[in-house]
């Protein structure tokens, strides 16, 4: 082999390589690709308009007839094709390790060469430089000053521009070295998936992302990416060692981590709402009227007995004589219907008549905070049935470690299940990718057939729909009121900046949105839990939107 590589630039020019890409492209012809190629032109046919439903179905029963074919051929190669596969991945790993060596060996080569001719260009050019000076200087002496100091000038700039020219010529010749290393790995990764037909392998992957990121790698964008994380884990480390220090205990026990995540959990809610309208370049102020609202009208239905809160001034009711089944259906249902509700009226207002977010969501909090609050005298609706409280809002006992009593929260449950729900709407739906759309540039969006209308009322009404079910859920863990959520948008907002959601639009993962409402909530948890003031809590959340929402913006300029 190592004979064969002062012929060999790349893999193409190996006449092995060639010789199995050829063979597993004739075994997968009519088998795997046949499949592939008739299941594209069936999702064509599907969508022309311009051929008859009767030409096409006959078209596509064709097709389908070939793909029962092109299986029979599949099956027949397919174990030929994995041995065949597994053998030339094989051969072009090992191929491949000669040829990155030989091509780092002449670019390290070059970059030296460059480096070497950089430094004595350098040093030509300060020589040049001084001279010129010292000529200026002697030819001009008890002349006119201004005169001095204007040619100075001249030769300092001139000076200057040849050294920043010299730089970056040996800049980009070193990044056209370290281009054409990497281009030697990305060669050898893409041959390996090209000969299993595109599939890629896990360790490959991570191998990609770890080149991409030593390569792209630079101290100021990663700080710019992950100062702020770097500073929270150094502010969560300084809690850890302080909190048995003040008498506090350990803050990383069992049941703290589970309240914290009890806590987050009807929070994640709202988060994953607003994050939508985040990504649109929106915002949402009435999130905390909406946790109200829900929590309110789910506590009505869900209180033992007669209700103690008389509504806009009716007779109280009494919800006991339907069964807690269905009780509980009907509060789920009404709480996401008016949360729901209100959410599409302020999305119709910022849909229809290009009303910022901010403005409508604002109206939305006003009105059912006054609604809420002329509708029940500001009076706490009650606590909840505790047969049903403690089924969905309790916990389950795991048992008893180092002395503690260990619980695992029921309402963690539906958090990870929303969390889910969430990220296949945005990653796995034709709706998630026209929000990304609409949220990154909504006049080019409507340019390519998506309706921005539709689009943005969508998103506040699935936001709607995570109110809803958080809002029902708030109320299991504390007694509801008009004041319930007091407070509950900020956070929601700030978890999702924190999360990498940009208020700039069209950027942002569900993910991120997620961790910023547990960082969040574990901010706000050891805070308390080392006992400081809960006004000077707000004080920390402040400092952190601020650098939060600074480093994104810095972000976005850099970009333009």
């Known amino acids: 082999m190592a004979e064969n590589m002062k012929e060999i630039i790349t893999l193409e020019d190996d006449s092995r390589v060639k010789e199995y ?26 969508k022309n308009k311009l051929i008859d439903e009767a030409e096409k179905a006959e078209r596509i029963k064709a097709l389908n007839a070939e793909i029962a074919k092109a299986r029979e051929v599949e099956a027949r190669n397919r174990a030929e094709i994995a041995s065949l596969s597994k053998e030339a991945v094989r051969y072009v790993n090992s ?22 001719f950089y430094e004595k260009e350098i040093a030509e050019i300060k020589r040049a430089g001084e001279e010129r000076e010292k000529e200026i200087r002697e030819k001009l002496s008890g002349g006119d000053p201004q005169m001095l100091r204007s040619e100075l000038e001249i030769c300092r700039y001139e000076q200057k521009s040849a050294l920043f020219d010299s730089k970056s010529r040996f800049r980009d010749q070193v990044d056209r070295a370290k281009a054409a290393k990497h281009q030697a790995f990305v060669d050898h990764i893409q041959k390996n998936r ?40 150094i502010f969560f480390i300084v809690c850890i060692i302080a909190a048995p220090l003040r008498g506090s205990g350990n803050l990383l026990s069992l049941p703290n981590i589970f309240t914290i995540l009890e806590q987050a959990s009807t929070r994640m809610f709202y988060a994953l709402g607003v994050a939508g309208l985040i990504l649109l370049a929106g915002t949402d102020l009435s999130i905390g009227r909406m946790v109200a609202l829900g929590s309110v009208t789910t506590g009505l239905i869900l209180h033992p007995g007669m209700n103690i809160v008389s509504l806009f001034g009716m007779p109280t009711w009494d919800f006991s004589a339907i069964p807690m ?18 959410s599409a009226v302020a999305g119709f207002f910022t849909a229809r008549f290009k009303m910022h977010p901010f403005i409508s969501t604002m109206a939305n909090q006003l009105i059912i905070y006054g609604m809420l609050f002329y509708g029940t005298s500001g009076t706490p609706v009650g606590s909840i049935d505790s047969g049903i409280r403690s089924l969905i809002g309790g916990r389950w006992t795991l048992g008893v470690l180092n002395g503690q009593l260990i619980t695992f929260p029921k309402l963690i449950i539906p958090a990870v299940i929303a969390i889910i729900v969430a990220w ?74 924190v999360g990498g959601i940009s208020f700039n639009g069209g950027i942002g993962k569900i993910g991120g949105a997620a961790l910023g409402v547990i960082i969040f909530t574990s ?36 970009k333009k």
Not at 22 to 29: G, K, N
Not at 325 to 342: H, P, Q, S
């Open 424 to 497: 296949i709407i945005w990653n796995k739906t034709t709706f998630g990718k026209n929000m990304y759309a609409v949220g990154g540039n909504a006049e080019a969006a409507a340019v390519s057939g998506i309706s921005v209308f539709w689009v943005t009322l969508g998103v506040f009404i699935m936001a709607g729909v995570f109110y809803g079910c958080g809002s029902f859920l708030e109320a299991f863990r504390a007694n509801a009121s008009a004041g319930t959520g007091q407070g509950y948008e900020m956070d929601a907002i700030a978890a999702c900046v």
């Open 95 to 116: 191929v491949s390790k000669e040829i990155e060596k030989a091509v780092n060996e002449k670019q390290n080569k070059r970059i030296e060469g460059a480096k070497a």
């Open 21 to 46: 890409s050829s063979r597993l492209h004739d075994l997968r012809a009519d088998g795997i690709n046949r499949i592939n190629d008739c299941r594209i032109e069936i999702a064509s046919l599907k």
């Open 523 to 558: 901010l706000t948890y050891c805070l308390t839990f080392l006992g400081i003031d809960t006004n000077l809590q707000f004080v920390f959340k402040g400092f952190i939107i601020l650098a939060a929402v600074s480093l994104d913006s810095i972000k976005y300029l850099k």
């Open 194 to 233: 090209e000969l299993r037909n595109g599939k890629a392998a896990f360790g490959e992957d991570m191998q990609m992302k770890w080149k991409n990121f030593i390569r792209n790698f630079t101290p100021s964008s990663f700080f710019l990416a992950n100062g702020l994380y770097i500073a929270i884990i």
């Open 325 to 342: 089944g269905a009780r509980v259906i009907i509060a789920l249902l009404m709480a996401v219907f008016l949360c729901v509700f209100f």
